[in-house]
C-alpha cells in the first residue's frame, strides 16, 4: 500500500489546481494530467490525486474512467438554477445579518464597493469576481446561522468555476452590480424591515442571471 502523500505538497497541489480553475486559467472542459502537474508542482502523482479527489468532492472536477480528470464544465441552465438557489440563500442570510452588523462592518463593505467601482475603469472581470465575493462575504460573516453561511461558501465556490466569464460576457451588469450594493448597505443602515432587505438581496443575485439570459437571447 503506498504511503500517504505529505500534506504540504497536497495543500500546494490543491491551492494551485483551484486557483487556477477559478481564475479561468484553467476553464470548463480543461484536462487535468496527473503527470504534468506533478512535474511542474515538483512531486509525485500521489500528492495531486489526492488533490483532485478533493476538488472533485467539491464539485470543481469531474473524473471519468478511460478519460480522467477534467474541470466541470457548466452550461447556462446550470448556472441560472446555481444561481437561484444562491438567491434565496444571500437574501435569507443577508436578512439575519443585518441587524448584526456594525457601523465598522457597513464602512468595510462600502469601502469594498468603492474598489469596485473604481475597478470598473481597467475592468478585469477576475478582480472585479474577487471583490464582489469579499463584499457579500462582510456582510455573511456576521450572519448568527452557521450552517447558512457554510452552504453559501459552498454554492459561491461553485459560481466561482464560471464567474469570469459572466462578468465578461454581461460588463454592463458589473456597474449595475454596484448600485445594488448601495442600495442593501442603505437598507441595512436605515434599519429597514427584514423583508425589504431579503427581497432586495435577492433579486440582486437574479439579476446577474436574467442579464446572462438576454444577452443569450439576442
Not at 7 to 36: C, H, K, M
Not at 62 to 68: E, L
Not at 127 to 151: G, M
Request: glycine share 4%.
Amino acid at each position: 500500500m503506498a504511503a500517504p502523500a505529505p500534506t504540504s505538497l497536497v495543500e500546494l497541489a490543491y491551492n494551485t489546481i483551484r486557483e487556477r480553475i477559478t481564475s479561468g486559467v484553467y476553464g470548463p472542459g480543461y484536462r487535468l494530467v496527473l503527470d504534468e502537474l506533478a512535474r511542474e508542482i515538483g512531486s509525485s502523482p500521489v500528492p495531486v490525486r489526492e488533490a483532485i479527489r478533493r476538488l472533485e468532492a467539491e464539485g470543481y472536477v469531474d473524473f471519468q474512467r478511460h478519460v480522467g480528470a477534467r474541470v466541470v464544465s457548466f452550461d447556462e441552465h446550470e448556472f441560472d438554477e446555481a444561481v437561484q438557489v444562491v438567491a434565496v440563500l444571500e437574501g435569507y442570510a443577508t436578512a439575519l445579518a443585518a441587524p448584526h452588523m456594525r457601523r465598522t462592518d457597513l464602512a468595510r463593505a462600502r469601502k469594498v464597493n468603492e474598489r469596485m467601482l473604481a475597478a470598473l475603469s481597467d475592468f478585469d472581470p477576475v478582480h472585479f469576481s474577487a471583490l464582489n465575493r469579499e463584499f457579500h462575504f462582510v456582510i455573511y460573516d456576521r450572519c448568527p446561522n452557521a450552517n447558512l453561511r457554510a452552504l453559501l461558501e459552498s454554492q459561491w465556490s461553485r459560481l466561482d468555476t464560471i464567474r469570469r466569464s459572466v462578468f465578461a460576457f454581461v460588463p454592463g451588469r458589473a456597474r449595475t452590480s454596484v448600485s445594488e450594493h448601495t442600495e442593501i448597505l442603505d437598507l441595512i443602515q436605515s434599519d429597514a424591515p427584514a423583508d425589504l432587505i431579503e427581497q432586495l438581496a435577492r433579486t440582486h443575485k437574479l439579476h446577474t442571471a436574467e442579464a446572462l439570459g438576454h444577452r443569450s437571447h439576442k
